[in-house]
């Protein structure tokens, strides 16, 4: 069944409003009849059946049928800081992610980074990559769509690490942790937090195409990161990204693991 995010303040204690593009997906392109059953989403707290009443003026109304049980939320909050890479790699991290159960991403800007960062072109490119996310988050059926934060500097970013209770610095050094070693006791652990206001927070690391400078690895220690390999081959920085979350979430029992 399709699935829309809805702004908070459209939904009334027995419908819900959609406009815009929304509203023009649903009409034009779904064909949707009045009768026909929709999912509306808050983002947030609130994901309800819907069925449709009304039709006119481009505006979609619906009458809520029941409130739903948010069951696809990962219990694990994953944020993906990725250095900007290059074309539209960064789409790709933002789709794939977002499906896999990212909570957040953070692009940001390395020694290493080749992309050449632009302040004002940026915002069009966050309205875009929020876009992505959003259908990425209807499409896998999710109750809320990952924030996408504003690219930090290197240094910025480093002071953002005593947010999280695990940092996974994806580094490909020879004899390092391995993501499994790093996981596997965190997630244990999991079971400790079940009962905890917040859940428990991961930072998942992740390069440019040349890779991080070996100040940086050091300055990400010293912050508290572990630096964590993904196995003997050398993933793209779009993969590398998608191939962790995807192994926290299997650790995590999201995917089945435990």
Known sequence: MQRYFVPANQFSEQEVTITGEDARHIIRVMRSQEGDELIACDGSELDVLAEIVSMEDGIV???IVERLEQLSEAGVQVTIAQSLPKGDK????????????????????SERTVVQYDSRKEEKRIQRWSKIAKEAAEQSHRSRIPQI?????????????????LICFCYEKENG?????????????LQQ??????????????GPEGGFAEQEVEAAEQQGAV?????????RTETAAMTALACIMYETGEMGGI
């Open 61 to 63: 109304i619906a009458h």
């Open 90 to 109: 960064m789409e790709t991290v933002i789709q794939k992610c977002t499906e896999l159960g990212a909570a957040a991403f953070v692009p940001f800007l």
């Open 149 to 165: 934060g504003q690219p930090l500097s290197w240094k910025q970013l480093l002071a953002t690490f005593g947010q999280y209770d």
């Open 177 to 189: 942790s391995q993501l499994r070693d790093v996981v596997q006791p965190f997630a244990a652990n």
């Open 193 to 206: 937090r079940q009962d905890a206001d917040t859940p428990a927070r991961v930072l998942i690391v992740v």
């Open 227 to 235: 630096p964590t390999g993904l196995g003997r081959r050398i993933l």
